[in-house]
């Protein structure tokens, strides 16, 4: 499995960005695919999940209503769009995936960088 991230770069308070993340290597089907994030200083966090399957999305409360994650599994491809940045949302951001039922994300691919100027 492979995953791609790209999308990251320098985007003022307020604004907007949208994550895509290249999945690769094998099907997905009952698979989960997630978005995490690692901001200077800082462990690693959960952002938002979707299933493969249906799109049943998950998120994390502080980016709740701003941020949304999606997938094109035609193209292979999962989404996070990013609206009303704060400076707070600074991090490196990394797609993942893990098998439906598994708890920890077995797949990650290398982050991109978002960088949220106030």
């Known amino acids: 499995v492979q995953l791609q991230a790209s999308g990251g770069g320098l985007v003022q308070a307020g604004g907007s960005l949208r994550l895509s993340c290249a999945a690769s290597?094998?099907?997905?089907?009952?698979?989960?695919m997630g978005w995490f994030r690692q901001a200077p200083g800082k462990e690693r966090e959960f952002v938002a999940s979707?299933?493969?399957?249906?799109?049943?999305?998950t998120y994390a409360d502080s980016v709740k209503g701003r941020f949304t994650i999606s997938r094109d599994t035609a193209k292979s491809m999962v989404y996070l769009q990013m609206n009303s940045l704060k400076a707070e949302d600074t991090a490196v951001y990394y797609c993942?995936?893990?098998?439906?039922?598994?708890?920890?994300?077995?797949?990650w691919g290398r982050g991109t960088l978002v960088t949220v100027s106030s």
């Open positions: 993942a995936a893990r098998r439906g039922g598994a708890v920890e994300y077995h797949f």
């Open positions: 290597g094998r099907t997905f089907s009952n698979w989960i």
């Open positions: 979707a299933t493969w399957n249906r799109g049943s999305t």
